[in-house]
């Protein structure tokens, strides 16, 4: 089956990778302000966060699995883990604001790696597609998002969050998991380009029918 893969399996991949190494940060951002004790808390060493494997082959991975149900099952797990170190952490320190810190600036540099990687022209278009490069909101086969571009806007919105099943399973603040991909968002765009704007406008997670993200310079 590893045969068959193809540039948008490696292309989801890396995405996936993105949350882990994201959740890593988080991690390593309460590490440094409460010590050695956060281990205990998630049930992870410092070494096991940091030290994740990203450099075998996804093939190798992969092996005799179907490529679509595996990356499936890897986002499910993924974004499951990480929400459940997410309420560990917040629940035992009361810390949200350092877990959506933590994101932003994963998000800074992400946005500084995407600059140098893509170098993306000055169209909220070209900059939206470099987002999406990096930023895991489900399989491509789930359409879930409606896109608006307009004088130099563009809306998302979303009317399905493919996100809070996960959430939902961790028993973690949905609110709070969704402001920290906010979060990682507001960074990303201020370093890909300081005039590039991002505003999550409405949540369906606190109750409205749809999420709409706004983009814009």
Request: charged share 30%; net charge negative.
């Amino acid at each position: 089956m590893s045969a068959f893969l193809g540039l948008i399996h490696y292309w989801m991949y890396e995405k996936i990778k993105n949350v882990m190494n994201r959740r890593a940060a988080i991690f390593s951002a309460f590490y440094e302000k409460y010590g050695s004790e956060v281990e205990s808390v998630c049930g992870k060493t410092r070494k096991e966060m940091e030290g994740e494997d990203f450099d075998t082959p996804l093939d190798q991975l992969i092996g005799d699995s179907p490529i679509h149900g595996w990356l499936a099952n890897k986002i499910m797990e993924v974004e499951t883990d990480e929400a459940r170190i997410v309420k560990a952490l917040t629940d035992k320190y009361n810390d949200r604001e350092l877990a959506e810190e933590a994101a932003y600036w994963h998000g800074r540099g992400k946005g500084i790696e995407a600059k140098e990687k893509y170098n993306p022209e000055d169209s909220v278009e070209e900059l939206y597609e470099t987002i999406n490069n990096y930023f895991l909101d489900g399989m491509p086969c789930d359409h879930a998002a409606e896109l608006e571009s307009n004088n130099g806007y563009l809306v998302n919105r979303h009317i399905d969050c493919l996100h809070r099943s996960y959430w939902n399973d961790a028993g973690v603040s949905s609110e709070l998991m969704c402001s920290i991909n906010r979060k990682w968002i507001d960074g990303f765009c201020e370093s890909l380009n300081s005039k590039f704007k991002h505003t999550g406008k409405e949540s369906i997670v606190t109750g409205s029918k749809e999420c709409i993200d706004e983009y814009s310079f």
